[in-house]
């Protein structure tokens, strides 16, 4: 064993790690160390990766030599986008009611979420109103009306994720209509019976505590 490979190992275990930028800096490839955050002291996050959407060169089916896969089609795209951003960028076409809503959640929802959406702790099933104002408080209630910050958010996750027994299964009619329930009983929009929700209004709707989060210290952007 040379000299160098059994004092380098030594050296590193005394001062943590680092001396391998110090002993050879120009052979070595190392980060710079991420910026502290001024306020803390802390040292900021990684970015968020870049997107690789873009690297890959389009497949040419003419070249593929393995034979394997095929082209998705528009339908196939368009069955798996369905993510709604903030902005209600990706809100489908449709509409529904509150009182809509109300028979929808009573068959689809209420055995799982409860009677008046006061979830069932035994099931898991999260309160979906209620809490406002109590995330700073001893006793945090966290709901969709005391901490989603979008009303996106809400489309996006019933119309993907719920119901959880049948996750996928709801039309974007039907997922207005529940929207506009669940908000309407939170008291972030009316809860007239024939209040109506579809993506203009949608992006319309500011939630409680919208307001109530940081500015992410790794920036904006990066993925857009
Ligand atoms: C079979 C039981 C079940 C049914 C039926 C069901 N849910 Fe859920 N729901 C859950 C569970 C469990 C969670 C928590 C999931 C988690 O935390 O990952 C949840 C979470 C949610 C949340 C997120 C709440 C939060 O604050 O995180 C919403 C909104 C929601 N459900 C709406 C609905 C709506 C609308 C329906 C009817 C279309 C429905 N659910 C039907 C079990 C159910």
Not at 41 to 58: F, K, N, Q, T, V
Not at 159 to 187: C, F, K, N, W
Not at 211 to 217: A, M, N, S, T, Y
């Amino acid at each position: 064993m040379s000299m160098r490979n059994f004092v380098l190992p030594i050296f590193c275990v005394a001062s943590g790690g680092m001396a391998f930028a110090q002993t050879d800096s120009a052979a070595r490839t190392v980060a710079d160390l991420p910026a502290e955050i001024e306020e803390t002291g802390e040292r900021a996050p990684s970015p968020p990766p870049l997107s690789s959407a873009d690297d890959g060169a389009p497949v040419d089916l003419a070249t593929n030599q393995y034979g394997i896969g095929s082209p998705a089609s528009e339908e196939q795209i368009a069955q798996i986008d369905i993510d709604v951003m903030p902005d209600g960028r990706g809100l489908p076409e449709g509409r529904g009611t509150y009182a809509e809503g109300e028979t929808l959640y009573a068959d689809r929802c209420l055995a799982c979420h409860g009677e008046n959406l006061e979830g069932v702790a035994e099931l898991g099933a999260p309160k979906l109103v209620g809490g406002r104002d109590s995330l700073a408080s001893d006793q945090p209630v966290k709901t969709v009306e005391s901490y989603w910050p979008y009303a996106s958010t809400l489309f996006d996750y019933v119309h993907r994720a719920m119901p959880m027994d049948s996750p996928g299964s709801l039309t974007p009619d039907e997922v207005y209509a529940l929207s506009a329930y669940i908000l309407g009983q939170s008291g972030i929009t009316s809860d007239d019976a024939d209040a109506v929700l579809n993506a203009e209004s949608f992006a319309q709707v500011t939630m409680p505590n919208a307001d109530g989060f940081v500015e992410d210290p790794r920036g904006r952007g990066q993925t857009e």
